[in-house]
């Protein structure tokens, strides 16, 4: 196990709504990156928290938004949800922003 | 074209084969390199690190070649628990602090029969 947890596992939502999904990193890890898998796809890459900031972000629109608390510990935020947002949803852990990247259990969303 | 491709399978193989997969990568500033392997409805988890002296753990040896863009990875001697798809994963992340960010290919499944 990587130590790396995910809540929650499952969670149904409906067109417009709103979701948070939250992240726990590894013990002496302060980077967190999230992913978001869709069926026969690889993760793509949302955006990076290191030491609380914001460290990167992928080609996903700003109502993906999130934060690293000082605990490292992060959160993502979707607002009005579309059905194309149904999707594995990943974090991964580092030490440092640079090095390989461990990965949470993933947080499955379906938007009907 | 996307950034890191891979032949998605599936490569049905049977118990003590061996098995190559390949991949190619297309942005030449790419700084490191790894496998991972998916079982269905997991995380991925990584499996090794792969570096352009090449490198071996056990059964698996993966390969980099700067020059052609190339990675591959080599199972020997399959086992029925090897069945999973393996994600070829490229990082741009550079050590001046920019992002660290990890680029997947969609995977190639693999499926080892009895």
């Known amino acids: 196990e990587t130590g790396v947890t995910q809540s929650p596992t499952h969670l149904i939502k409906t067109r417009g709504q709103q979701v948070t999904l939250r992240c726990s990193s590894q013990?002496?890890?302060?980077?967190v990156s999230w992913y978001q898998q869709a069926l026969g796809q690889g993760p793509q890459f949302i955006f990076q928290y290191y030491r609380e900031e914001e460290n990167g972000r992928g080609n996903f629109p700003p109502r993906f938004s999130g934060l690293q608390f000082p605990n490292y510990s992060s959160e993502l935020n979707v607002n009005a949800l579309e059905l194309d947002d149904s999707a594995l949803y990943l974090c991964?852990?580092?030490?440092?922003?640079?090095?390989?990247?461990?990965f949470g259990p993933g947080t499955r969303l379906t938007v009907l | 074209r996307k950034e890191v491709e891979q032949d998605p399978g599936p490569f049905n193989v049977p118990e003590g084969a061996t098995v190559a997969f390949n991949c190619t990568y297309s942005n030449s500033a790419s700084q490191s390199f790894f496998w991972y392997r998916q079982d269905c409805r997991k995380e991925p988890k990584l499996l090794m690190s792969?570096?352009?002296s090449g490198n071996e753990d056990g059964r698996f040896t993966a390969q980099l070649n700067r020059a052609s863009q190339y990675i591959s990875l080599l199972i020997r001697d399959s086992k029925l628990s090897d069945s999973a798809t393996y994600l070829c994963v490229v990082n741009r992340g550079n050590y001046g602090g920019a992002t660290n960010k990890l680029i997947f290919g969609t995977g190639t499944l693999l499926a080892v029969q009895p």
């Open positions: 792969v570096y352009s």
């Open positions: 013990s002496g890890h302060n980077t």
């Open positions: 991964a852990s580092s030490p440092e922003a640079y090095n390989e990247q461990f």
